[in-house]
């Protein structure tokens, strides 16, 4: 493993700890209790390879570092940034929509920052559709929200190759949760790759599917988000 890597494994164990889960929207999704795909069959798609931002300047927004970890799978860090003081005390401001405006926002300061990883996440195709397993490097104990098997699973969709929609696979569709293998797993996604209520949608709901749009960070911000891995900030 490149030395560079090992080093931000090293402070990513150490955010782990002080950190609320947040990995591509994983607080409010369910997890499953096995993995699926073949990682060994895998293979890395280089295109979802950087930097990605989802964001709601209303809220807060979503920093994902996804990093190849090897020919058939990534390492990912996610960073929370929720909103901040603005110039009156009164009001806050949150992170910008459009990637290329975060290092002027980060540079403002008094930004909260929640950062997590790293978590081994690897593409397979179930059904007609792509789907990212993700699963966390390091166990924490069940007091702190991720246990020994906890996987999750998200319909990777691009659009171009500077975007694309995650949509978190809904746990309890059809008891997914209670599945003790992976085949069993694999049998309900195929069946309902694009079922609406799979990732969350009821039946006879006008409400549209519930994806996480994700776009890419130009390399020219990347000196200035790579500082938000270094530590965890107040």
Known sequence: MPVGLKARLTRAAFLILVAV???????????????IGNLERSRADPVLSGVWLASNPDE?????????????????????????????????????????ALPGWLEQGDEDVEAEGPFKAWLTRVGGERFLGVE????????NGIGADDWYVFRIEMRGNDAFDASPVD??????DKVTTSRAAEAIIRKNARNPALYGVKPDSDDKQESIPFLRVPQSAYGA?????KAPRD
């Open 225 to 229: 988000v790579r500082e938000l891995l």
């Open 60 to 100: 807060s927004a979503l920093l994902a570092f996804i990093e190849p970890y090897d020919k058939r799978s990534w390492l990912i860090w996610a960073i929370d940034l929720k909103r901040k003081k603005a110039d009156s005390e009164d009001k806050t401001v949150g992170p910008p929509v459009d990637p290329a």
């Open 136 to 143: 966390p490097m390091l166990q924490l104990d069940t007091e």
């Open 21 to 35: 889960p947040s990995i591509i929207g994983l607080q409010g999704c369910d997890e499953i209790s096995v993995p």
């Open 171 to 176: 746990a309890d569709f059809q008891d997914l």
